[in-house]
C-alpha cells in the first residue's frame, strides 16, 4: 500500500492505496464518493471526469497516486458548503440538460473546467469542450444550452461581485 494525501474538494485528506489503482476506484470504492461515475474504464466516455487542479480529467485514465499533492474537485464539491448549487449545475435542470444522468457528472465537471478557462466560450468551443464526454440520451443540444445558460449566470454574477 501507498499513502497518499491530496486535497478532495477543499479537504486535506489521506488515503492507502495500491500502486495501479485508478482515481476512479480510489474515489468511489475507497472514500465512497460514488457522483464520479464509472463508465467505459478506457476514457472514451467521460463519465468519470473530474477536475485535477482544475483540468478535466477523466479519472479512470489517472492512477491514484498520479494525485498525490494535488487537488481533486468531484461533482460532490461543486456545490457551496450550504448546498447551494454551482451555476453549471443549475444550468443544466433549468435546460434539461440531462436524462438518464448518467453523463451528467462528467458533463458538468468538463463544462465548469471550460469556463474556469473561458468565461464566454462561443458554442464551437463548447461542443469542442464537451467531445471527449458521451451522452446517449439528449443529443447535446440541451447539454450545450445549459453550459452557455452557465456562462452568462458566471458573468452576471462577476458583474455583481466587482461593482
Not at 142 to 153: G, L, S, T
Request: glycine letters at 8%; a negative charge; proline letters at 3%.
Amino acid at each position: 500500500m501507498t499513502p497518499i494525501h491530496l486535497k478532495l474538494n477543499g479537504r486535506a485528506i489521506s488515503a492507502d492505496t495500491e500502486p495501479a489503482t485508478l482515481l476512479v476506484d480510489l474515489l468511489r470504492d475507497t472514500l465512497g464518493l460514488t457522483g464520479t461515475h464509472q463508465g467505459c474504464d478506457t476514457a472514451q466516455c467521460g463519465a468519470c471526469t473530474v477536475l485535477l487542479d482544475g483540468q478535466a480529467v477523466k479519472a479512470c485514465s489517472v492512477l491514484a497516486v498520479q494525485a498525490q499533492g494535488r487537488s481533486v474537485t468531484t461533482i460532490e464539491g461543486l456545490a457551496q458548503p450550504d448546498g447551494t448549487l454551482h451555476a453549471v449545475q443549475e444550468a443544466f435542470i433549468a435546460c434539461h440538460g440531462l436524462q438518464c444522468g448518467f453523463c451528467t457528472p462528467g458533463m458538468i465537471m468538463a463544462a465548469t473546467a471550460l469556463l474556469n478557462e473561458n468565461s464566454t466560450p462561443t458554442e464551437a468551443q463548447i461542443v469542442d469542450a464537451l467531445e471527449g464526454n458521451l451522452c446517449r440520451c439528449t443529443g447535446y443540444v440541451n447539454i450545450v444550452a445549459a453550459v452557455k445558460q452557465a456562462a452568462a449566470a458566471l458573468v452576471q454574477s462577476n458583474v455583481k461581485e466587482t461593482a
